[in-house]
């Protein structure tokens, strides 16, 4: 695998492509197919040393790129940016899977200088949290750190868990006594505090099922969930100026999004005629406006 990776950097062809990128020109790559295109990607994004945003088509598309790029073993910050909502104004409760996966995007977009991401164009119409505010509610734990048990419960709260009776599924967290479960997004299983007084004893990961202990944890950062009210930053505000633009098929994803946007004004009017109180869609999505600019800005 790696003699094929290093045949592509060979080539005169690869040399002018990476060249014109670094001028500031919009490249157009013909017979591009399978997982040819993530070859291609994961060597740009290699030889550039720059973030490299893939917009795929459709959401079938950008799983199997991601696929692709996970098998050819993509060692950059790697993430997957899909879309919450099937349709504008969805008011289906989004999967924990989404969600979490749209976390992790946004952590890697801020943590790392170079990274890979694998999107679509109606992935990118929706909203984020501010930098500032996903870096401030973020909740760091360790064991043995004192922390006031009653101001932690509020905490939780901000980071958009529901408190229930005994910790079922994802978004929920519960107290009973000095112990704290939370089932945070960003986790494969709940999270066990137990307290000593506002002192953190233990902290470990437990089976939501038995409600077993899994195994213990020294210190745990809990991320706060992207659909508790505070979106309000756009892909053209979070994304670094030096981000590549690997499109799919650009046509098709300019369609792709006038489509969206057109549905989400109709969706919106629609509901105002039924006395709903709902945000315009320019603060809920990426405008037309400023998509084609952040097109031209970064193509």
């Known amino acids: 695998m790696d003699w094929f990776k290093a045949k592509i950097e060979q080539l ?20 591009l197919s399978g997982s040819l295109r993530a070859f291609v990607a994961l060597q740009l994004n290699k030889a550039a040393n720059r973030p490299l945003l893939y917009v795929a088509s459709d959401l079938d598309s950008a799983e199997k790129m991601r696929d692709d790029l996970e ?3 993509a060692t950059r910050p790697f993430a997957f940016l899909p879309p919450l909502q099937f349709e504008p104004y969805d008011t289906v409760e989004p999967s924990p899977s989404l969600v979490r996966l749209r976390i992790e995007a946004t952590q890697t977009f801020l943590e790392h200088d ?7 164009p109606q992935a990118l119409l929706e909203s984020l949290p501010t930098p500032e505010e996903f870096v401030d509610l973020q909740l760091y734990l360790k064991k043995g750190l004192e922390i006031s048990f009653e101001k ?26 000095g112990i704290v479960d939370a089932y945070v997004w960003n986790y494969d299983d709940p999270l066990r505090i137990e307290f000593f007084g506002n002192e953190i004893e233990s902290m ?24 508790n009210g505070r979106l309000g930053a756009f892909v053209d505000q979070l994304l670094p100026d030096n981000t590549i633009l690997f499109f799919e098929d650009q ?16 969706a919106f009017h629609d509901q105002q005629e039924l006395g709903l109180d709902n945000p315009p869609p ?8 400023r998509w084609k600019s952040w097109n031209k800005k970064l193509t």
Request: glycine share 6%.
């Open 12 to 31: 005169p062809q690869f040399s002018e492509l990476l060249q014109k990128i670094e001028e500031g020109q919009t490249v157009q790559l013909k017979g």
């Open 71 to 73: 098998f050819l073993g």
């Open 114 to 120: 170079v990274w890979l991401c694998v999107t679509t």
């Open 152 to 177: 932690l419960i509020p905490q939780l709260a901000e980071l958009g868990l529901q408190r229930v009776e005994i910790v079922e599924n994802v978004g929920e967290f519960s107290v009973r006594g």
């Open 204 to 227: 470990r990961f437990f089976d939501v099922i038995s409600q077993r202990s899994i195994r213990p944890v020294e210190e745990a950062t809990l991320l706060p969930n992207l659909q």
């Open 251 to 266: 046509q098709l994803a300019n369609t792709r999004v006038e489509q969206f946007l057109t549905r989400a004004l109709q």
């Open 282 to 289: 320019e603060t809920m999505y990426l405008s037309p406006e």
